[in-house]
């Protein structure tokens, strides 16, 4: 285990290490970059979220989600990559301190949307994982989440095949995640395989669904400028979740759980709703009377099969073909299979 001297020397060399690493798909560092970008795309999918950042390093990262505009906090053992990370972030909020030991007091006083941790947590033991997951739980905002990317695997037997492959390169001071064993003492713990020795992990606070009303709310917002792009035939800004709905488990992201549709009678409801109804017909008319057939083209990806999924569970649950038609413009009548499955069908 490094002590705060061994992190600051460590801080200059720190991408180079990691790059080497994940070039030549070696442990420790086999998708470094998925596990980043994964991360990533899931946070950005908010506008201007605060995140936490436990063990930030150099802000490999952290500084591609403040460029992003996320307001960003963070704690870490060294320094030396405090001063390397303020450097890339001037209005982050930075404290040092052994997070083994618990939060900074001024990290504290906030709620955040996101905290994650990446490639930091394994030096702690699996009890001080949990101790330290469980406090952060508490610094969430509803709906919020926690990601940790890391060196990580399912089962334990994927771990010891790892170890074993590694022969003297593995380091036996650091304690890797093993999904099913926390899980047992983290309820609601996700488990997203990156590489054959990385993952992310992902904890997320209730969500509290607000009705109908959270429809509404966003629809305010976003739905005309919706209506603008798909009439002119290409999707451009973030408005996928609450615009088509789809069933609540099919992403993991804050937004697919905020607005998934929870239950067969919610989608009835939504489509009985003298706004949300009549404006998901609207628009749903409106992909019908474009030349192109290609659902990639106006929605991108992976929107498109989100369009597919929101299609498949109005079609189920609705007498009016618009849904049907759709389906049959852009995906040749095919229906989502995991959205019939959550019905029922």
């Not at 709905?245 to 998934?260: D, F």
């Not at 659902?295 to 299609?311: C, F, I, N, Q, T």
Request: some cysteine; overall charge negative.
């Amino acid at each position: 285990m490094l002590d705060q001297k061994g992190f600051d020397l460590w801080a200059n060399e720190y991408d180079a290490e990691t790059r080497s690493s994940e070039e030549s798909d070696s442990y420790p560092f086999a998708g470094y970059s998925r596990v980043l970008r994964y991360i990533y795309d899931l946070v950005t999918e908010r506008s201007s979220p605060k995140v936490l950042d436990i063990g930030f390093g150099t802000a490999v990262l952290t500084a591609k989600l403040y460029d992003c505009g996320c307001r960003i906090w963070g704690q870490d053992f060294s320094q030396r990559m405090i001063e390397i990370a303020q450097q890339k972030m001037p209005q982050a909020k930075l404290c040092q301190g052994d997070f083994g030991k618990g939060i900074a007091e001024p990290l504290l006083k906030q709620n955040y949307d996101f905290i994650i941790a990446t490639y930091a947590l394994h030096h702690l033991t699996d009890d001080g994982k949990i101790v330290l997951i469980n406090s952060l739980g508490g610094l969430l905002k509803d709906g919020g989440a926690i990601l940790i990317g890391d060196v990580a695997f399912r089962t334990r037997e994927e771990l010891e095949y790892c170890q074993q492959q590694a022969g003297n390169g593995w380091d036996d001071d650091e304690h890797y995640f093993v999904y099913e064993e926390l899980a047992r003492e983290l309820p609601g713990l996700r488990f997203e395989k990156i590489s054959h020795c990385s993952g992310v992990l992902s904890l997320q606070k209730e969500v509290n669904m607000e009705g109908l009303e959270r429809f509404i709310k966003a629809q305010d917002r976003d739905y005309q400028q919706a209506l603008i792009e798909i009439k002119a035939g290409r999707k451009r800004s973030h408005w996928i979740w609450y615009i088509f709905p789809q069933m609540v488990g099919l992403g993991m992201s804050y937004n697919s759980e905020y607005y998934g549709i929870k239950s067969r009678a919610e989608a009835i409801e939504y489509l009985k709703h003298p706004v949300l109804g009549t404006r998901l017909v609207e628009i749903s008319k409106a992909l019908l009377q474009l030349d192109s057939s290609d659902p990639r083209a106006v929605m991108g990806s992976p929107d498109d099969m989100k369009l597919k999924s929101s299609m498949t569970l109005f079609a189920m649950v609705s007498d009016d073909p618009v849904f049907s038609q759709v389906l049959q413009k852009y995906f040749n009548g095919e229906r989502d299979r995991i959205t019939e499955k959550m019905l029922g069908c």
